[in-house]
């Protein structure tokens, strides 16, 4: 009831989150949460999720085990057009190809500020550790 500033809440996995408690939390701290685990919470959907954009400062959102979710593709797009800077992770959101060549390249870096790239190559026996 007095906690005035969150910053880093982990949620995850928990059976009693549903949206009106996700709508409460983004409420009561929409100025000073930077990062939300919300991963594996059953009781939030679509209409929960589309809270999250009240979250200004959020720069790190987990999502994983949330396949249950309706449309989470767009609503992650939707997240990342609105609150500038947030990192998603957990949700398979983007089609990588469509990104290359555009203004939105930087999306593809990972955290070290390198794309990698997994390319095929032939297995030598030399290579092999005996």
Not at 39 to 61: F, V
Not at 90 to 116: N, T
Request: proline share 2%; glycine share 6%; hydrophobic share 40%.
């Amino acid at each position: 009831r007095n906690l005035e500033y969150l910053k880093w809440l982990d949620i995850s996995y928990c059976q009693h989150m549903d949206e009106w408690c996700l709508d409460r939390i983004t409420g009561e701290f929409t100025d000073s949460l930077e990062y939300l685990n919300i991963s594996g919470c059953r009781g939030i959907n679509w209409n929960g999720m589309e809270c999250l954009w009240r979250l200004r400062n959020l720069k790190t959102l987990v999502i994983k085990d949330m396949d249950h979710v309706q449309d989470l593709p767009l609503i992650c797009l939707m997240l990342l057009d609105v609150i500038p800077g947030l990192k998603i992770e957990g949700a398979d959101y983007l089609d990588m190809e469509l990104l290359e060549g555009s203004q939105y390249e930087h999306l593809m870096l990972d955290d070290a500020g390198s794309c990698p790239k997994l390319e095929a190559g032939d297995i030598k026996d030399e290579n092999i550790a005996k």
